[in-house]
């Protein structure tokens, strides 16, 4: 499946911003998909996600309470909503998805294969 994120942005801390993730001719039904996100200099780290049958939601510790990760299977579009940003939150956001992730591995970035090109987000102080 591949994937293409958007709606990323300047926005200053305590502002929103609201990223989209589609896919391209292919359904997230049955996908696990997670979004990710690699500051400069760092490593690209987990930020949410949702279990392929859409039962369970995931977060990061450090972004629970301000984000919401929500997809809609009929529009193959996978959502994060991003509320009280703060500048440690700048930074490339990056959708993948899976349909054999294992839930140990959820969190890994080496767990997935489809990567899209991602959006950057810039949080101003």
């Known amino acids: 499946v591949q994937l293409q994120a958007s709606g990323g942005g300047l926005v200053q801390a305590g502002g929103s911003l609201r990223l989209s993730c589609v896919t391209s001719?292919?359904?997230?039904?049955?996908?696990?998909t997670v979004w990710f996100r690699q500051a400069t200099g760092k490593e690209r780290e987990f930020v949410a996600g949702?279990?392929?049958?859409?039962?369970?939601?995931f977060y990061a510790d450090s972004v629970k309470g301000r984000f919401t990760i929500s997809r809609d299977n009929a529009k193959s579009t996978l959502y994060l909503q991003m509320n009280s940003l703060q500048p440690e939150d700048t930074a490339v956001y990056y959708c993948?998805?899976?349909?054999?992730?294992?839930?140990?591995?959820?969190?890994?970035?080496?767990?997935?294969?489809?990567w899209g090109q991602g959006t950057l987000v810039t949080v101003s102080s």
């Open positions: 001719g292919r359904t997230f039904s049955g996908y696990t």
């Open positions: 949702i279990w392929r049958d859409g039962s369970k939601t």
């Open positions: 993948t998805a899976s349909r054999s992730v294992i839930l140990s591995s959820l969190r890994v970035p080496s767990s997935y294969d489809n």
